[in-house]
């Protein structure tokens, strides 16, 4: 991430700004910004906004962020002088660890590696979660599934997984989700 002194010599709008700016735009659209990253040593510049929302997003509504966004950093711009970049709006990614409650709620139905706060391995595929728990449907022996319900407090670390092949019907219907996007 640049410096404050950077981002002015290079005459780019700072992380709080950039939010500050879009943050309303975003959240009328139904989306929140989950990060703001500002690369002046990149030639172009670029700044890159990382947005997230229930439903996910596909690649009309980055489109459509994208051009609100640019609009209103080039209203900023002309008023400022500030030198040409490069804007990038995308989702957090599949790599993104799931660290809060509604990072597991917008990832229900995608299979998921978690790592226990006791240090123990499980891989299952996310279901609903609500009040500080997540139910994960785990595979048994064959074609069984359990569901168990975890305390969010109790995972130490949970990152979607990415799968090749369709899921199991009766796995996606315990964890109650499509699976779209897995």
Do not use: C, W
Not at 6 to 15: C, D, F, G, I, V
Not at 80 to 92: D, R
Not at 110 to 119: C, I
């Amino acid at each position: 991430m640049a410096s404050d002194s950077q981002l002015r010599s290079a005459r780019l709008p700072s992380q709080k700004q950039v939010i500050e700016l879009l943050d309303g735009e975003f959240a009328r659209a139904g989306y929140e910004i989950e990060d703001v990253v500002i690369d002046s040593a990149a030639r172009p510049p670029r700044i890159t906004v990382i947005a997230d929302g229930d439903e996910g997003l596909d690649l009309e509504t980055i489109a459509n962020l994208s051009r609100s966004a640019s609009e209103l950093l080039d209203r900023l711009d002309s008023s400022k002088k500030a030198s040409p970049y490069v804007l990038e709006v995308t989702s957090p990614g599949v790599d993104r660890p799931l660290t809060e409650e509604k990072h597991y709620r917008r990832a229900r139905g995608r299979k998921v590696e978690l790592t226990l706060s006791d240090g123990s391995q499980l891989s299952g595929r996310l279901g609903e979660t609500r009040d500080g728990t997540v139910r994960v449907v785990v595979r048994e022996r064959g074609k069984n599934y359990s569901v168990r319900e975890l305390p969010l407090d109790g995972i130490a670390k949970a990152v979607v997984q990415v799968e090749f092949s369709t899921p199991d019907q009766r796995e996606l219907e315990l964890a109650g989700g499509t699976g779209k996007g897995a």
